[in-house]
């Protein structure tokens, strides 16, 4: 038997300028300007509303701005319909044909474009093949799992080739291991095509894992583009810094100057301040609850920075365990190490908590 040609789709770029985008007195994007590299797998990351995936949509042509461009390698194709961006776009819902065949269904939108019987069989069974169902093609999307179902809506749409492959959040159908091995293959699979790829999830760990970038957005603004390490360990804003992953904040107040400044928390504690950090204006001190560590009481942090707490609740998470503390008026998360043997920290116990001065980011709104 000869090897199937596989599917070619050169990497373009996609570049959003200036776009706005409002629904009556709803102004949904504000100004956003992003540049996606070629071949990037690129998320669109942010919670209900923030208008992730109607810029998704404005992408693939099913939404207009009011202002602004998208380029796709290059070309301005604003003005240009659906069908004619060489966009393909997987769906939440999948959209299969019940009553069509796996094949059948991959096979629609080539045969809508008119394709020839031939390369029409040919990209079929080479998108089947990518995902892994060449086995399944003859069965109805009844007789698959959510998972199997998930992939046959990722290969109808590889099928047509298009320039950029558009992900509205395909996961959220799926159970939690699913999720997991699912999006291992999406990753795989847009490697091996070197597809650039946009993808759109509410879930941070779903962009976390097989992203190369994220766009953090909220209430229609980019808040930041970066690696999802960059965003975590470098946020821009606290929307970012609390939205990826946890963080604490703590909020309180700079007093003194030079080498006696000291950041005041509510409850009657003082933090000194090196004189050689700059905070901005009304900033919040915060850390993740892995740089922290949980000692005895009125323990020495050496270096570093010792508070003062009281142990209110804490979970058993199997590698760790997380501690509910009170540092003056404000509740953080604290992680350590679950050892067998170790004691743990008691609820209502005094305890400290201690921080590296390289653990602490200053951020304001």
Not at 134 to 141: D, E, I, Q
């Amino acid at each position: 038997m000869n090897a199937i040609a596989p599917l070619t789709t050169p990497a373009v770029s996609v570049d959003i300028e200036g776009v706005n985008l409002s629904y009556g007195d709803n102004h949904v994007l504000k100004t956003v300007d992003l540049s996606i590299r070629p071949g990037e797998f690129f998320a669109f990351l942010g919670p209900s509303g923030c208008g992730k995936t109607t810029l998704l949509r404005l992408i693939a042509g099913f939404n207009q701005a009011d202002t602004g461009r998208v380029l796709i390698g290059g070309k301005d194709i604003s003005g240009l319909p659906p069908w004619k961006r060489d966009v393909g776009m997987v769906f939440q819902s999948y959209a299969l044909w019940p009553h069509m065949s796996v094949a059948r269904n991959v096979a629609f939108g080539l045969e809508e474009r008119g394709v020839g019987r031939a390369e029409v069989d040919r990209r079929v069974a080479v998108a089947l093949d990518l995902v892994g169902l060449g086995h399944l093609a003859g069965r109805r999307p009844s007789q698959l799992s959510g998972g199997q179902q998930q992939r046959v809506a990722v290969a109808r749409t590889v099928a047509v080739e298009p320039k950029v492959l558009l992900l509205d959040e395909p996961l959220s159908n799926l159970d939690a291991k699913m999720r997991v091995q699912v999006r291992r293959e999406l990753r795989d699979l847009q490697q091996r095509l070197g597809l650039t790829t946009i993808f759109v999830t509410h879930d941070q760990e779903e962009a976390n894992t097989i992203c190369d970038r994220i766009a953090v957005m909220n209430d229609g603004v980019v808040q930041q583009v970066g690696t999802p390490m960059e965003l975590y360990e470098r946020p821009a804003n606290l929307f970012v810094a609390s939205f990826l992953g946890t963080a604490n904040i703590l909020d309180g107040t700079v007093v003194g100057t030079g080498g006696e400044r000291h950041f005041a928390i509510k409850g009657g504690i003082k933090l000194p301040i090196s004189a050689d950090i700059t905070i901005p204006d009304g900033a919040k001190l915060v850390f993740r609850p892995q740089h922290a560590a949980l000692t005895g009481p009125a323990a020495s942090a050496g270096d570093g920075l010792a508070l003062p707490c009281v142990v209110a609740h804490r979970e058993f998470l199997g590698a760790s365990v997380r501690y509910g503390v009170r540092v003056g008026e404000t509740e953080v998360a604290v992680d350590t190490p679950f050892q067998s043997g170790r004691d743990l920290h008691e609820i209502g116990a005094d305890a400290t908590v201690t921080l590296s001065p390289h653990a602490l980011i200053w951020l304001a709104d």
